[in-house]
C-alpha cells in the first residue's frame, strides 16, 4: 500500500499563498487518482481538490476554485496544492489522499490517507 506525507503547511496573512506536498512511499503515485481535503475545528472534513492518474482532469471543490490549483508530478512521485489568495477560512488541517478508482469529491471513494498538514491562515 502507498504511504503519504503531506508537507508545506504554515501560518500566514491572509491574502498570502502556500504549496502543500504531498510525497508517496512504497508505492508510485501514478497508479492512483489522487485528492485534497480539510478539516476545520469543529467541522467535518470536506473535499478540496482531485486530480486524475493522468493530470488530464481537476477538480475542486466552489470555495477554493480560482484560487487553488492541483497538480502531480509522477516522476516526483509528489502531488500538490497551490493556495493562492489565502482566507482565514480556509484554516484546517489539509490531508491528501489516494484513490485506487475515480477520484470524487467523496472520503469514501479513496482508499489511503496521510495525516495531514496545519494550514492557519490569520486575519
Known amino acids: 500500500q502507498v504511504q503519504l506525507v503531506e508537507s508545506g503547511g504554515g501560518l500566514v496573512q491572509a491574502g498570502g499563498s502556500l504549496r502543500l506536498s504531498c510525497a508517496a512511499s512504497?508505492?508510485?503515485?501514478?497508479?492512483?487518482?489522487m485528492g485534497w481535503f480539510r478539516q476545520a475545528p469543529g467541522k467535518e472534513r470536506e473535499f478540496v481538490s482531485a486530480?486524475?492518474?493522468?493530470?488530464?482532469?481537476?477538480y475542486y471543490a466552489d470555495s477554493v476554485k480560482g484560487r487553488f490549483t492541483i497538480s502531480r508530478d509522477n516522476a516526483k512521485n509528489t502531488v500538490y496544492l497551490q493556495m493562492n489568495s489565502l482566507k482565514p477560512e480556509d484554516t484546517a488541517v489539509y490531508y491528501c489522499?489516494?484513490?485506487?478508482?475515480?477520484?470524487?469529491?467523496?472520503?469514501?471513494?479513496?482508499?489511503?490517507w496521510g495525516q495531514g498538514t496545519q494550514v492557519t491562515v490569520s486575519s
Open positions: 489522499a489516494a484513490s485506487v478508482g475515480l477520484v470524487t469529491g467523496t472520503e469514501r471513494q479513496y482508499d489511503f
Open positions: 512504497r508505492r508510485t503515485l501514478r497508479s492512483y487518482g
Open positions: 486530480i486524475s492518474r493522468s493530470a488530464g482532469s481537476t
